[in-house]
């Protein structure tokens, strides 16, 4: 991954989670200029920075190595889930669940965003409608927020 695809994804998980650069940041431990750069495609972070990174933005770090040519960077989720993510319904949902269940909303929303995406993978179904997204979201809700007991 060159660090203009890693400036693409630190970008869209943030937007998608409807965070700031700052509050990123804040979170990570990091100035804003330096996450501002490393979205832009420059920089040079360190495996702590981007660890530290991942963590705010509800995710993990893995660092694999790889024949050359190979690819196996963790797929980007698609640009309509990130859409999605942007939308009221989303962030309400992922409120009321993070409410419930005593969790930070952000870290709510980055645990629903991957797992949509990885529901979506799963199916071979990569761009949903928003009204797909949506009922996919309320599934997971509903098992969320009333397991079977």
Same mark, same amino acid.
């Given at each position: 991954?060159?660090?203009?695809?890693?400036?693409?994804?630190?970008?869209?998980?943030?937007?998608?989670? &409807?965070?700031?650069?700052?509050?990123?940041?804040?979170?990570?431990?990091?100035?804003?200029?330096?996450?501002?750069?490393?979205?832009?495609?420059?920089?040079?972070?360190?495996?702590?920075?981007?660890?530290?990174?991942?963590?705010?933005?509800?995710?993990?770090?893995?660092?694999?190595?790889? *024949?050359?040519? &190979?690819?196996?960077?963790?797929?980007?989720?698609?640009?309509?889930?990130?859409?999605?993510?942007?939308?009221?319904?989303?962030?309400?949902?992922?409120? *009321?669940?993070?409410?419930?269940? &005593?969790? *930070?909303?952000?870290?709510?929303?980055?645990?629903?965003?991957?797992? =949509? !995406?990885?529901? !979506?993978?799963? =199916?071979?179904?990569? *761009?949903?409608?928003?009204?797909?997204?949506?009922?996919?979201?309320?599934?997971?809700?509903?098992?969320?927020?009333?397991?079977? &007991?």
């Amino acid at each position: 991954m060159d660090h203009a695809d890693l400036g693409r994804r630190l970008r869209a998980r943030r937007a998608a989670l &409807g965070r700031t650069v700052a509050s990123v940041a804040a979170d990570a431990a990091l100035s804003v200029p330096y996450v501002a750069n490393l979205e832009n495609g420059r920089g040079n972070p360190t495996l702590s920075a981007l660890d530290r990174l991942a963590a705010a933005l509800g995710a993990r770090l893995t660092v694999t190595l790889d *024949e050359p040519g &190979g690819d196996a960077a963790e797929p980007v989720p698609p640009p309509t889930l990130l859409a999605f993510a942007r939308t009221r319904s989303f962030r309400r949902a992922a409120g *009321e669940l993070a409410a419930l269940l &005593g969790q *930070e909303p952000h870290q709510v929303r980055a645990r629903l965003l991957d797992a =949509l !995406a990885a529901v !979506a993978r799963a =199916l071979h179904r990569d *761009e949903l409608s928003e009204r797909d997204w949506q009922r996919l979201l309320d599934a997971l809700v509903l098992v969320l927020a009333h397991p079977a &007991g």
